[in-house]
């Protein structure tokens, strides 16, 4: 059975926008990128003027739970690790460094800001990157499924 025999289908065009992520056509495949959601995060946190820099997490600063800094703000903090997870879906190479981050986000304190910061630091530099899928490589779906 045909789907537009049962529901009301209109045809909106290419495709350019899906769930505030822009989709690039190319002659080899698709492209997807948030830039736009990149920056608008930069500028609600006030870091579009923040020099960039090469790795997603400090590797000199290590994290520790009971950090003696003073705590931070846990909600903006949370909040600032729920807009990196979202854009971790077209930038995967921040998706260890939110893993980790995520792990204090029950008691924040200044160094566990500063390494989000500095995740924000590194997408600026990477704001054009995005998630290539190739028009000519197999694209095989697999889905999982727990009863629990």
């Not at 049962?6 to 698709?30: C, M, Q, R």
Request: proline fraction near 7%; aromatic fraction near 8%; glycine fraction near 4%.
């Amino acid at each position: 059975m045909k789907t537009h025999s049962k529901f009301s289908i209109k045809d909106l065009g290419p495709l350019h926008h899906f769930l505030g992520v822009e989709v690039i056509p190319t002659p080899t495949g698709l492209l997807l990128s948030q830039d736009r959601h990149i920056q608008d995060v930069l500028t609600h946190f006030h870091m579009e003027g923040a020099k960039d820099v090469t790795t997603p997490l400090s590797t000199t600063k290590p994290l520790i739970l009971h950090d003696p800094l003073p705590p931070v703000n846990a909600t903006l903090y949370r909040l600032l690790v729920g807009s990196l997870q979202y854009l971790a879906f077209t930038h995967p190479d921040i998706s260890f460094a939110i893993n980790k981050l995520s792990q204090f986000m029950h008691a924040p304190s200044q160094a566990h800001l500063q390494a989000l910061k500095h995740v924000l630091r590194y997408l600026k530099g990477t704001i054009h990157h995005g998630l290539f899928l190739n028009r000519h490589s197999p694209l095989t779906l697999s889905a999982f499924s727990d009863s629990d």
